[in-house]
């Protein structure tokens, strides 16, 4: 079998058996991918690692286009991406089919009720961890309070509030830094 129908089937594979996303599918893809295939080194693998968690998207697709594309270039890349995807495709289809068909059911809908309320309880968790770890000074909170009233209370794109924060924090840094710089110079003389 070629090198590109084991790339897909590896990450179907991969994609298809570990449930849970991100930590969860790192023993699996070390045994696949570094042990039994040899494609990647370890350290290949906990640095593709590192990076998939700078970058958007989901960790392991990330692993998966970067593999592929490490070992058959651009089409690799896409192949092992779509091994990596199919299995959840193929699920969330079969679910979605499954669910219209009881949606009707008192059952269900409450059960789906139940769901979201979780959902919303773990969205505000993450939100909170990240919250403690983003909000270090007064001038983030001041951010926060001000993206938080936008988004809210505005219909103003989320995608410019994003870019107004981005280039707001660059802002702040650099006069942080400016201002350190000037500290530093006048004390030295």
């Known amino acids: 079998m070629s090198e590109i129908w084991q790339l897909y089937f590896s990450f179907f594979r991969i994609g298809g058996l570990t449930f849970g996303g991100g930590l969860t599918m790192l023993p699996m893809l070390k045994y696949e991918l570094v042990e039994k295939k040899k494609w990647i080194s370890e350290d290949d693998l906990l640095d593709c690692y590192a990076i998939g968690q700078c970058t958007p998207g989901i960790i392991a697709v990330n692993t998966a286009t970067y593999v592929g594309y490490k070992r058959k270039g651009i089409w690799g890349g896409i192949v092992a991406t779509l091994g990596m995807i199919s299995p959840s495709l193929i699920i969330i289809t079969i679910l979605a089919m499954s669910l219209q068909n009881f949606m009707d059911n008192q059952y269900v809908a409450h059960a789906l009720m139940g769901v979201r309320s979780v959902v919303c309880a773990l969205m505000f968790g993450t939100v909170l961890s990240l919250a403690k770890k983003s909000l270090v000074s007064i001038a983030t909170i001041i951010v926060f309070l001000i993206v938080l009233a936008l988004a809210v209370f505005t219909t103003i794109p989320t995608i410019v509030i994003v870019v107004f924060s981005a280039v707001t924090g660059i802002v702040l840094q650099s006069v942080a830094a ?10 030295k003389e």
Do not use: A, M, V
């Open 178 to 187: 400016c201002i350190k710089k000037t500290k530093q110079g006048g004390d």
